[in-house]
């Protein structure tokens, strides 16, 4: 990629060197060549997005010469690898802090507050709380079950403690209910 940019530029760099004999060498081309030139290049532009169109919109199972030529044209150089982004979730969670007067689910709170409004600052915070979260999720060997010295429920458990602070309340118990999206199964931790 470095290198097509770098000779790319070396012939924008030759173009507006030679700028002059150029366009002195375009206008003394004739009228007939020129119509010629430009159509040919209107042909080259018809079938490179003729070509990328039948790509993306093929059939899979499609066999004709059209799909071939286009994947042959196509691949190396416009394919799309969608692995490049994040995977969509394979559970969903909810954390329940229960507190002297309620029970508050945090990160139904602080997602609400982040759609509410985008601006405001709390996708860093919805980030860390739900990567914490996972990260617990996927380390841990239990299920249903309460946690005692675990690192990853440790600094769940602190930020719960640091949130409801800023509540204006104190936590008791911490409840992780996780729901897998494939199986429907349920999984409890607690504090």
């Not at 690192?151 to 996780?178: D, G, M, P, T």
Request: with cysteine.
């Amino acid at each position: 990629m470095q290198y097509g940019i770098t000779i790319l530029s070396l012939i924008v760099v030759s173009f507006w060197k030679h700028r002059y004999f150029i366009h002195c060498k375009i206008r003394n081309i004739k009228y007939t060549n020129k119509i010629i030139i430009f159509f040919a290049g209107l042909l080259i532009l018809l079938l490179h997005f003729s070509f990328v169109a039948v790509y993306a919109l093929k059939n899979s199972n499609s066999a004709s010469k059209i799909s071939y030529y286009s994947t042959y044209y196509s691949y190396p150089y416009f394919h799309q690898n969608w692995n490049l982004f994040v995977p969509p979730p394979n559970s969903n969670y909810r954390l329940i802090a229960y507190t002297n007067s309620s029970e508050i689910d945090i990160l139904k709170t602080i997602l609400t507050e982040h759609r509410n409004n985008r601006f405001a600052g709390n996708e860093p915070l919805l980030i860390a709380v739900s990567n914490s979260i996972h990260y617990f999720e996927k380390n841990t060997l239990t299920k249903n079950c309460q946690i005692t010295n675990d690192k990853n429920f440790a600094i769940i458990e602190h930020f719960s403690r640091n949130f409801l602070e800023n509540e204006k309340q104190k936590l008791l118990k911490l409840l992780l209910i996780v729901t897998e999206v494939k199986t429907n199964t349920v999984k409890y931790y607690y504090n």
